[in-house]
């Protein structure tokens, strides 16, 4: 992308600036197909193919295509007949003014990053406090995740389950094919090809992304491998998701009346739709991140869930960690936990123990798959950071504040006099004065935040300090530990180890967590979050515990260690009793050592939990009372706890897998014995 630099780089690999009528002759159109491991065909070379083979529409003529896109005067931007077609369909659609093929280069990026900041959608920051940095302010409308918006369209309401919004699929189209009709009329068309994952790699995916946001384009550009080498594997005959996205606001109506640009332009009716058997993905009237950035949540987890169900892997929200112990040991974990809960700090965390140390391979999501030899390995799909500002800085998460050094776009956050951003959190004193993230004067006494709760920063994970040297691994990291997390003040212990792989299971269908400015609702109210993949699951929550036991059986004893953790958990009254941030580096140290075999577990009723003088607690000011409390476990309240996950596991009728509702049984059992 269009940023730049403290020093010197190496050649940027998506600084391609090929033009259509530079690249080597045009490759034939033949289409192959994927196979599992046993040689099964999973799935078609190209989505149109698999649309074809259910007759839903002719093979498109490569000849009449062109045609067709010279009739209108858009570029013909690839060789790939199906790529072509689709994307021809969807113009004829919305209607836009003109059609740009995005290469990924970082000129193509200086253009929009220009056209925004003349467009007044963007600011352009002191490039002395922030070098190749921006500032985008949405509508307060368009703040968040909309949930309530966001539809799987399963052909069977019970595929999509009871914690997601389930719509009929044709019902859908139709009603799409209504809002999306003119949806770019005045606008540009931009494709977006990109790959989730290294490209070309063993775990990796293809998609392409069409949208009418000049944002959207720039962003995807930190946060995927976008541009002219994910087209070229397209090309070659690649499997690839479809993507559409439109903010709903034309500029032109259907009498052919002109409106003026906005800052943000969005629309208060949004879709946020996934149709996992077809791999397709269309978002409407939002330009936010999640809603907007369609390779991360909609494709990375909802779509992606569904084809890791298919095809024997897992497409989860996780982070992954290298954590390399005194012995010189790496060990790579893969942590769960929902959004705003702690997942960045994690990610990036610098140890604070003697000879211990941390690199960062992701921060949000992970895709798991079994290698040959039974070992489950992840790649972090992402290739930037979209990672929430308020409460990072320097004291809480250094690492984080040193990636933001520049080439980043911030939206929602402050803006300080000097050009440079703020958000809360960022420093212990607050500036006398800036401009809010609404565009508003603000003082420390206006009485609101300046920087929205859910406000963002992107980035590419590249300028973290502790990335790790295999975090682009195309065929993954090995993975021997998972662990679980929420935001408990109860219940819950600081850390404790899963018996086996199907108490790992129940661990993480059972996770709770307090509500987060992450998403809309009531921020505070607790709420179970299985997997921290509640919003995210393409298909049935239950089918998707039942899956990640299949995944267990097949890596039997090489499947990875489970953990639990809570850095939440408080005292009567009311403050925490873990120090929490760098000093999760002890909880972290302790898994390592059960891995290691070097830490000491006892077994109380729901796991096994430190062992006395396990857990390295030197230096550290944390009395006796507290310690006791981090690990607690109150019979009364954990029997009521298993009512409450009966009642959960309830909704999901007879779906719920038999092993996890014997570990409830199991439970209740070691509570009253």
Known sequence: MAFSTREPKPTDPRDDTMTMTQRPSARAAAQTSRTDDEGTDIRPASPSGDRQAQGREPAPSRLAVAQAYAEHGWDLGTTDAALAAWVLEVAELTQPDEIVWCDGSRAEADRLFKLQVANGQLIKLNPEWRPGSYLARTDPKDVARVEARTFICSESEEDAGPTNNWRDPAEMRAELKGVFAGSMRGRTMYIVPFSMGPL?????????????????????????????????????????????????????????????????????????????????????????????????????????????????????????????????????????????CGKTNLAMLRSQLPGWRVETIGDDIAWLKPDASGRLRAINPERGFFGVAPGTGESTNRSAVETLWGNTIFTNVALRDDGDVWWEGLTDEKPAHLIDWRGEEWTPDSGRTAAHPNSRFTVAAEQCPTIADDWEDPDGVPIDAIVFGGRRATNVPLVLQARDWKHGVFLGATIASEQTAAAEGTVGALRRDPFAMLPFCGYNMADHWGHWLRIGEKLGANAPAVFQVNWFRKGPDGSFLWPGFAENMRVIAWIVGRLERTADAVDVPIGRVPAQASLDLDGLELSEDALERLFDVDQTAWLAECDLTEEFFARFGGRVPAALTAELEALRYRLTR
């Open 200 to 340: 070309g790699g063993s775990i990796s995916q293809l998609g392409v992304e069409i949208t009418d946001s000049p944002y959207v384009v720039v962003s995807m550009g930190i946060m995927t491998r976008m541009g002219r080498r994910a087209l070229d594997l397209i090309e070659d005959g690649r499997t690839w998701v479809r993507t559409v996205h439109s903010v709903g606001y034309p500029l032109v109506d259907a009498e052919g009346i002109h409106r003026p640009e906005v800052a943000w332009p969005c629309n208060d009716t949004k879709y946020i739709v996934q149709y996992p058997q077809d791999r397709e993905v269309w978002s409407y009237g939002s330009g936010y991140g999640g809603n907007a950035l369609l390779g991360k949540k909609c494709f990375a987890l909802r779509i992606a869930s569904q084809m890791a169900r298919d095809e024997g892997w897992l497409a989860e929200h996780m982070l992954i960690i290298k954590v390399v112990s005194p012995a010189g040991r790496a060990h790579h974990i893969a942590a769960a936990f929902p959004s705003a």
